[in-house]
């Protein structure tokens, strides 16, 4: 049952380095979604893909782009690594009903 | 700016108390879900409410939907240690997107 898996689970950057965050889920959903949570806001959303071929702008996307390589996999790129891109990480996917959570990517950009 | 504002941000009671968590909006909401999250890992979905005026109960937890489907709350009866987490309610603005709160810490002490 693995449901979604992100890599890395850990990762630390210095500014200025690239990185890209893998997503993949076995569930055959539509929608992928990437998230960001940070201590006192909640999860807010970076991008999104309604459906393979299709991705979309969420709430704070400046700083990031997204792949949706296929109805499996969603990737989250980071060209240029800030220090305010320190977060953990969140890949959701969904059937409409309700969001599945991987278990998050802790980065730290130094 | 948040669209759902919840409260209290943080809740430490004793075994066996009563709590109740809440989640307001301005906006009218499609329907509203409630999420637990643990560290470490990702949130998971504890209940969806469509209707306005719904009420559901998931053994010692009762959620309530406001008839103007703008707030939620939800009610934890008899508290136990393993009540312990990070809860969050998300608003759905349409098929794929949710909006989250910031959360509420509940501590559980035994």
């Known amino acids: 049952n693995a449901g979604v898996t992100q890599t890395p689970k850990f990762q630390v950057l210095k500014t200025g380095q690239s990185m890209t965050l893998q997503c993949a889920q076995d569930?055959?959903?539509?929608?992928m979604y990437w998230y960001r949570q940070d201590p006192g806001m909640g999860l807010r959303l970076i991008y999104y893909?309604?459906?393979?071929?299709?991705?979309d702008k969420g709430e704070v996307p400046n700083g990031y782009n997204v792949s949706r390589l296929n109805k499996r996999e969603f990737s989250l790129r980071l060209e240029s690594a800030a220090p305010s891109q320190t977060s953990v990480y969140f890949c959701a996917s969904s059937d409409r009903v309700a969001q599945h959570f991987g278990d998050g990517t802790r980065l730290s950009i130094l | 700016t948040q669209l759902l504002e919840q409260s209290p941000q943080f809740l430490s009671i004793q075994e066996g108390e009563n709590l109740t968590v809440y989640c307001n909006s301005s906006?009218?909401?499609?329907?509203l879900q409630w999420y637990r999250q643990e560290p470490g890992e990702g949130p998971v979905l504890l209940v969806t409410v469509v209707t306005g005026g719904e009420v559901k109960k998931l053994k010692r937890l009762t959620f309530q939907f406001g008839d103007a489907r703008k707030d939620s709350s939800l009610h934890i009866t008899a508290a136990q240690p393993g009540d312990t987490g990070l809860y969050l309610c998300a608003g759905a603005e349409n098929d794929y997107k949710l909006s989250f709160g910031a959360g509420t810490t509940v501590t559980v002490r035994a």
């Open positions: 893909s309604a459906s393979e071929g299709t991705t």
């Open positions: 569930m055959n959903h539509n929608s």
């Open positions: 906006s009218v909401f499609s329907s």
